[in-house]
C-alpha cells in the first residue's frame, strides 16, 4: 500500500509539517517511538534536502536537522534528551502559532492522496 500526504499551498505544507514534528517528537517523549523510528518517518538529511527543494521556511528546516542530531544528544548526553525534545517541540509550537492556515482552507488541496 502507497499512502501520500500531499499540500498545494506553501503555509498549509508548513503547518502539516510542523504538526507532524509535534506528534513525533510527543510521541517520542513519551517512549511510544525511539529516535530510529522518527529519522525514519522524518528527522534525515533526506527530508531536509526535500524540504530545501521546496524552499520550506528555513527555521523549521532547522528544528528538522536539529531532530536529525537527537541519535548524538541521546548518546553524548543522555541526561539532557528530554529537554531537547520539549525544547525542538515549543519550538515547533511556536512556529505553528504564527503559521497562518489558508483563507479558505476547503480550496487547498491537502492531506490524503490516492
Known amino acids: 500500500m502507497e499512502l501520500r500526504l500531499s499540500v498545494d499551498k506553501n503555509n498549509e505544507a508548513e503547518r502539516l509539517v510542523l504538526v507532524s514534528v509535534i506528534g513525533l517528537l510527543?510521541?517520542?517523549?513519551?517512549?511510544?517511538?525511539?529516535?530510529?523510528?522518527?529519522?525514519?518517518y522524518l528527522f534525515s538529511p533526506y527530508s531536509v534536502s526535500i524540504l530545501e527543494?521546496?524552499?520550506m521556511n528555513p527555521q523549521i528546516i532547522e528544528i528538522i536537522e536539529l531532530g536529525c542530531e537527537?541519535?548524538?544528544?541521546?548518546?553524548?548526553?543522555?541526561?539532557?534528551?528530554?529537554?531537547?525534545?520539549?525544547?525542538?517541540?515549543?519550538?515547533?509550537?511556536?512556529?505553528?502559532?504564527?503559521t497562518n492556515p489558508s483563507e479558505n482552507p476547503y480550496e487547498v488541496k491537502k492531506w490524503v492522496d490516492r
Open 53 to 55: 527543494e521546496k524552499n
Open 26 to 40: 510527543e510521541a517520542l517523549e513519551n517512549d511510544l517511538l525511539t529516535i530510529e523510528d522518527c529519522e525514519n
Open 70 to 98: 537527537l541519535e548524538d544528544v541521546q548518546s553524548l548526553i543522555p541526561d539532557k534528551l528530554k529537554e531537547e525534545i520539549r525544547d525542538l517541540k515549543e519550538r515547533a509550537k511556536e512556529y505553528l502559532k504564527n
